[in-house]
């Protein structure tokens, strides 16, 4: 369990953590976005006891990682740099670190890793001759060698191919939902976020603007309604005309057969049978939903317009 | 295994697999072992045999710092710049286990370069002597004994240094180590090496200096911390 209480991290001039407060638990896949320099690696370095608090705690399980080396043998770990060594083989790279936390049944857990990432065939290779994609892989195999019970990744699936980046998914839910594993990563990429993190914070200049489950973000920011597509010989202003004789339409808006309709807070009318009635041809009715993208965007520009 | 022997153990591994430095090293040491073991002359020598003792003194202390000198950097500094350490430093191994595995490693490798060279010098003596030559006991115990405390010693200050300065700090303390490093190896060893009488005070000395500039290292590296590695990598 990780748990951050008031934690604040200053450069010299630069305030790159201010005064963050985060509690993250067990099986929960926590994600952690925010423009570049917002403070993200940052953050993670100092629950990893690499730098030390300017002032405030991150505590993993109660105690900060810095002191204590037994804890630090069940936390895995995926920087920006993948931790590995160029002059030796992917198989040497994953047995010294299978040495270093003492892992029983060492071979087999790294066989059957490399076979894992698809990397068998280049075991003896130099990791030096690795493109970057087979690296990160790699990166990430040493990350969970030692069967981790609290995983941090930072940017895990940054210049990963389409296929490797829905392994790395494939994997982060696995571990979650079937180990029960904390992961904490840190990413740009808002599709994967939204694909797999159970709750996001996002950061802005050190600050924690917003943290929340991507469903409660959703709702709270985004005004709820539906998008309805009419047939192309259909006429628009009667179908609205229907529309806004619900009570519970707050306003709408036509553009090019498309009307969108948004409903006041907390009502969701059956708009559907009214307009078939009514004689009009519908191709499409779809609920507004409105991408992790757009509401981070509108969480930033919010705050960045309060300042 | 303990986990400061799984680091010396992989760090042996990748330096022997660094073939160019492995290469040169050896060559830097086998050159010098030449260097000197023709540069000896019948000044040194007691009655018509000429002494190696002066000269295996200096040569084999003095080259095994060289050794250890450059490699040290592909041990502790070049984990820095390649960003490695930072993942190192989240594993249970503690900063010091890291240290003295580093520490263990350089030293050892160097250690047998400079006992090479101490082979070969020996080797040229004899052919040149018509007849085998061994070193007095001060200076058996001195390259056995003194000579590996010593390098340790050098390894240990020069390894916290790299791990706790940042790149441009870091080019100036390589020059500034190199440049009497150089001299030695050049001047004491080749010519003050070949007139000079090795008793047991000398080796001595020697092995009480190795062993306070170990301790020096030892309590030094207790004011290393993470947070300084982790802000002046490369
Ligand atoms: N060692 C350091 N010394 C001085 N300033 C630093 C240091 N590390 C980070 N910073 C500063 O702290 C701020 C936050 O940096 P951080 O790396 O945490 O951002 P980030 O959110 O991870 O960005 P990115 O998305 O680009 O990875 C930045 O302004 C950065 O310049
Ligand atoms: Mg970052």
Redesign the pocket.
Known sequence: MIEVNNLT?K??S????DDISLKINEGEVFG?L????????????LILGL?RPTSGTAHVWGKPLSQNPHLRRKVGVLL?NDGLYENLSGEDNLDYYARLYEIPDRKNRVSSLLEYTGLDSRRKDKVGTYSRGMRRKLGLARSILHYPSVLLL??PSAGLDPEVQKMVRDLILNLAREEKILIFL?S?DLDEVERICDRIAI?QR?RVIACDSIKNLRSASSEPGVVIVLDEKENPDKAASVIESFEDVERINQTNGKIRVVFKQGKSPDLLPALVNAGIRVSEISRTSRSLEDIYLEIIHREEKQK | MTICMVIARKEIRELLSNRNTMLTSLGVALVFAVIYGLGLTEEGSIGGVISVDGTLFFLSIMLGVFMAYSLTGHVFYKEKTDRIIETLLTSPATLRQIWLGKVLAVSAVSYILALIAVAVLLIITAIRNQGIVLPGGPVIFHIFLVVPVFIAAFVGLNGVAQLALGMKENRLLGFIIFIPLFAGLYGLGFSIGAVTTITWLYSALVLAGAWLLLVLAAFIVRFLSTERI????G
């Not at chain 1, 570049?36 to 370095?45: E, F, I, L, Q, S």
């Open positions: 991290k450069f010299k630069t305030l790159a953590v952690c925010g423009h570049n320099g917002a403070g993200k690696t940052t953050t993670m370095r730098l920006e930072d940017e840190n740009h950061l050190g | 982790v802000t002046s990598l």
